[in-house]
Antibody, heavy 115, light 109 residues
């Protein structure tokens, strides 16, 4: 079975940094695009960032460009999101999500940006 | 950034059929936009029902089907059940950039 287990996140003040990690199992991680999706309280999902299978292509939501950095380690089967200069509007539950036939969602990690 | 548009709400009778659609501000939706459909129930994470326009997962009930219809992506529910009530979201890929629709609140009544 596909399993995506996220860790990290938490509470941080505006301007602070946090890191999210996702470890995948149950599918050929090395061959699939992977993404982070967030969902603010009471809102719909919002795509955040995507990496291609070897990590050479990365795409970001305009509002996080220059602040968030996506990386993947295929040897560790992990997808990571380094978040800097966090803003109140980044507050959301962040999900690691697969693609294609392996488009499962992790359980989500809350990120709260508040003073 | 492209805008993806869904019906805000739809109602279907138990046993009835309903089609949810997902349009793009850039024009006709194609298989190249890799349409996905997600279902979300209160307090739960979203769950993917359909990928790449029409492909299902083992957990996708047979009564759900995906297609392209009139330049949009479509999710058809045939034989609605009470447990199908919830929020449905679609997403497209635009050259690597993902965009979600605003969601359709489906009521089975």
């Amino acid at each position: 079975d596909v399993r995506l287990v996220e860790s990290g996140g938490g509470l941080v003040q505006p301007g602070g940094s946090l890191r999210l990690s996702c470890v995948a199992s149950g599918f050929p991680f090395n061959n699939y695009w992977m993404q982070w999706v967030r969902q603010a309280p009471g809102k719909g999902p919002e795509w955040v960032a995507t990496a291609n299978p070897d990590g050479s292509e990365k795409y970001y939501l305009d509002s996080v460009k220059g602040r968030f950095t996506l990386s993947r380690d295929n040897g560790e089967r992990s997808l990571n999101l380094q978040m800097r200069s966090l803003r109140v509007e980044d507050t959301a539950v962040y999900y690691c999500v697969g693609t294609g036939r392996y488009a499962s969602w992790g359980q989500g990690r809350p990120v709260t940006v508040s003073s | 950034q492209p805008v993806v548009t869904q019906e805000p709400s739809l109602t279907v009778s138990p046993g009835g059929t309903v089609t949810l659609t997902c349009g793009s501000s850039t024009g006709a939706v194609t298989d190249g936009h890799y349409p996905y459909w997600f279902q979300q129930k209160p307090g739960q994470a979203p769950r993917t029902l359909i990928y790449d326009t029409r492909n299902k997962f083992s957990w996708t009930p047979a009564r759900f089907s995906g297609s392209l219809l009139g330049g949009k992506a479509a999710l058809t529910l045939s034989g609605a059940q009470p447990e199908d009530e919830g929020d449905y979201y679609c997403s497209f890929a635009f050259n690597g950039i993902g965009v979600f629709g605003g969601g359709t609140k489906l009521t089975v009544l």
